[in-house]
């Protein structure tokens, strides 16, 4: 009878760890798929704010050359700044670049858009910006930085576009999908887990047990039984 309440009882040990190890590694999944919903930006985010910062002094940095190669930075400063012609300045284009920075930012770090609006914007006003100003400006004669800021400037705002568009928002949106069904998972795991198990499930009680142990006897040994019926 011993050996039968340790064997029920480590039957009953058995179904209740097996219960709590398959429902363990969904609510583990579940937390830390919380807590990565919790930061404040994703990561692939983050790499898109900081190519966008890369821009803004990618370009303050070759503007920043192109005045002190063509006669010092005061010189030209006064001269592309304070006296601006839209022919010959390379100011606009540091200007477009501050532009792109500040509304990038703005839009995807701090409001934190899921939407594509508004770097359609930024990208078209860029490109129709520097198209029109090497028609229409003498930019190409002025040297090697007549070719290569505008160049560059068009590259970086299709370059933000396509990380965007093609990394940050389908990644993100995975994410969330992903977070959404571990959720729902884990929401789901305890009324799929096993319910509460009663001790009479696995064996009878001690009077029960003794009952039929003295039934068996009675079987094996016919002589005893009856003289217990004469007494």
Known sequence: MDSRCSSSADSRLTCRAAGSINTTPISVRGESYEVGEKKCISDVRRTFCLFVTFDLLFITLLWIIELNVNGGIQQQLDKEVLHYNYRASFFDIFLLAVFRFA??????????????????????????????????????????????????????????????????????????????????ATERAPLMGPGPLSDGQFYSPPESLADSDEELDDKHDPEKGLIQQVI
């Open 103 to 184: 509304a990038l930012i703005l839009a995807y770090a701090v409001c934190k858009l899921r939407h594509w609006w508004a770097i359609a914007i930024t990208t078209a006003v860029s490109c129709a910006f520097l198209i029109v100003k090497v028609i229409l400006s003498k930019l190409l004669s002025q040297g090697a930085f007549g070719y290569l800021l505008p160049i560059i400037s068009f590259v970086l705002a299709w370059i933000e576009t396509w990380l965007l568009d093609f990394k940050v928002l389908p990644q993100e949106t995975e994410d969330e999908n992903r977070y959404q069904s571990i959720m729902d």
